[in-house]
């Protein structure tokens, strides 16, 4: 039997994380040993009760084990809580299975993902197409990584534009074929747990956002591929776990200051201090253009609220006077 590992991190969405797990059991299969793991991450509350009991009450103490956390990690790093034990073991899985909390799998999706990379040894990575459950709709699950150009791109999203340069977006779009990616959602992707283990698995600096990218990134610079498999497919409700969205005038809400942080530290590992400042001035030019054609559209910024100033005093700042941000 094929033996892979799941691996959800639970915080403050006990009821989202028991679904998910219940569609990953459903998962195993006379060729596929699924062993759940549910990180949570310090969950204020009764959330670590709630699950230990439903483990127990629903008879999944064999396939599901729950890892009570004193801290809370954030996604990458509660990932590694698992990770880093699955490692100390004589038998390891052969696959890992990363679900976000608010996901669903469908029956066959740890299968065909399994299936896929049992059938290209070269790819590290499998990611699966994902659908919002209340209207169906696919959602983008394959991206493109960030440079000078999608920072800008991405900032300015003026259709003739985005048009024009068509590999300045970071998003490659919905209905897409099975393809190689830069890199794919962290809400559901598999992976293979040697390639993992290589490169160290997700790093520690990463609180939220950019984790995967970074991640992916390193596996394609050890000779690693990463894949966007379609005929895998998920639920995610977007936003359920994170928080982050729109408010009731439709207009972005502010983003966490551990998004600006993520950005800048995954962009000086991989880029250096003065290419970072370079995208990041790409990014304020590109909303501001965005807010000037909007506004003369009669509309507002697509811009979540407060960006420039943080992306400037969160992700710029710490660049030119050292000391102020994590590196």
């Known amino acids: 039997m094929k033996r892979i590992a799941t691996i959800t991190v639970n915080y403050r969405t006990a009821d989202l994380t028991l679904e998910a797990v219940e569609s990953l059991i459903s998962s195993e299969s006379d060729r596929l040993s699924v062993h759940v793991h549910v990180v949570d991450n310090a969950s204020p509350g009764d959330d670590g009760d709630l699950i230990e009991t439903a483990v127990a009450e629903y008879g999944w103490l064999e396939t599901v084990e729950l890892h009570r956390e004193k801290t809370n990690h954030g996604f990458g790093r509660g990932n590694n ?5 699955l490692a100390a073991l004589k038998t390891r899985p052969e696959y890992i299975f990363f ?9 066959d999706t740890l299968e065909v993902l399994s299936r896929f990379l049992d059938c290209h040894p070269e790819a590290a990575v499998a990611g699966a197409s994902i659908f919002e459950p209340r209207t169906d709709h696919e959602a983008v699950a394959a991206f493109r ?18 048009r024009a340069f068509p590999s300045g977006l970071i998003a490659l779009g ?16 598999m992976a293979r747990f040697d390639a993992l283990e290589k490169v160290g698995f997700f790093e520690d600096a990463f609180f939220l956002y950019y984790e ?17 498999v379609s005929e895998a497919h998920v639920f995610h409700s977007a936003g359920s776990a994170t928080g982050v969205g729109r408010d009731e005038s439709e207009q972005a809400s502010r983003l966490p200051d551990y998004w600006y942080e993520s950005w800048r530290i995954y962009m000086l590992r991989h880029h250096g ?4 400042f370079a995208c990041g001035t790409l990014k304020i030019l590109g909303w ?18 407060r960006f420039l100033r943080d992306l400037w005093s969160i992700g710029l700042k ?8 994590k590196t």
């Open 81 to 85: 809580v698992v990770l880093k034990k």
């Open 145 to 162: 990584f960030p440079s000078l150009l999608t920072e800008f791109i991405s900032s300015l999203q003026f259709g003739p534009v985005s």
């Open 318 to 325: 710490p660049l030119v006077l050292p000391g102020h941000g």
């Open 99 to 107: 679900l976000n909390p608010d996901a669903r799998v469908e029956q």
């Open 273 to 276: 201090a003065p290419y970072t």
């Open 288 to 305: 501001l253009l965005n807010s000037g054609i909007r506004g003369l559209q009669g509309k507002r910024s697509e811009a979540p609220r």
């Open 212 to 228: 995967e990218v970074d991640l992916m990134r390193k596996l394609r610079n050890a000779g690693w591929q990463t894949w966007h």
């Open 174 to 189: 919905t209905e897409l074929p099975t393809m190689q990616v830069d890199w794919v959602s962290g809400a559901a992707f």
